[in-house]
T-cell receptor
């Protein structure tokens, strides 16, 4: 069974701090990794994709991938109250078939 | 900005009835998907669709489920005989697989309530 694991949280950070969200996956052959943000009652919104080991930055967000450790993380700099949401890690275990396996998500709370 | 749309936003049905959930994927995308999320649980893959046929389906996607692309824009999910446990949010997604990237963009979802 291909699994994606996340700490459910909540992760509480003060406004302006860095929030660090982590994810591990079980399928060593996985090639594509994604972070989605989901507000309560809404659909997943794509924040970042990452395919290669290392860091990928987009604005306040940085995704980090370590395939050897089967570990993906998302850093949110200068956290804002509007960042309060559930962050979903998703993995495509086989790019030939294009399906996503999601973690349960980490709830982030940013206090003003 | 192009987006995936879904109708209806909320569907209430009686157990045993058939429902059809509708989606309009992003226009130049080639891959289409259905996912579901039971309240408080993780998002689960149901089915992927490419070139007018199913490319992969999960264990959840049994004979009660079917998908169709009836025309050039719509993508539908049919549940033939709904069960109480089918109550969930159903999300349609699409991706532009032709560029070698597989970012999937989700629609707003249809909340299905089976009574």
């Amino acid at each position: 069974q291909k699994e994606v694991e996340q700490n459910s949280g909540p992760l509480s950070v003060p406004e302006g701090a860095i929030a660090s969200l982590n994810c591990t996956y079980s399928d060593r052959g996985s090639q594509s990794f994604f972070w989605y943000r989901q507000y309560s009652g809404k659909s997943p919104e794509l924040i970042m994709s990452i395919y290669s080991n290392g860091d990928k930055e987009d604005g306040r967000f940085t995704a980090q991938l370590n395939k050897a450790s089967q570990y993906v993380s998302l850093l949110i700099r200068d956290s804002q109250p509007s960042d309060s949401a559930t962050y979903l890690c998703a993995v495509n275990p086989n790019r030939l078939f294009q399906k996503l396996v999601f973690g349960t998500g980490t709830r982030l709370l940013v206090s003003p | 900005e192009p987006e995936v749309t879904q109708t209806p936003s909320h569907q209430v049905t009686q157990m045993g009835q058939e429902v059809i959930l509708r989606c309009v994927p992003i226009s130049n995308h080639l891959y289409f998907y259905w996912y579901r999320q039971i309240l408080g649980q993780k998002v689960e893959f149901l089915v992927s669709f490419y070139n007018n046929e199913i490319s992969e389906k999960s264990e959840i996607f049994d004979d009660q489920f079917s998908v169709e692309r009836p025309d050039g824009s719509n993508f539908t999910l049919k549940i033939r005989s709904t069960k109480l446990e089918d109550s969930a949010m159903y999300f349609c997604a699409s991706s532009d697989g032709d560029r070698g990237v597989d970012e999937q963009f989700f629609g707003p979802g249809t909340r299905l309530t089976v009574l």
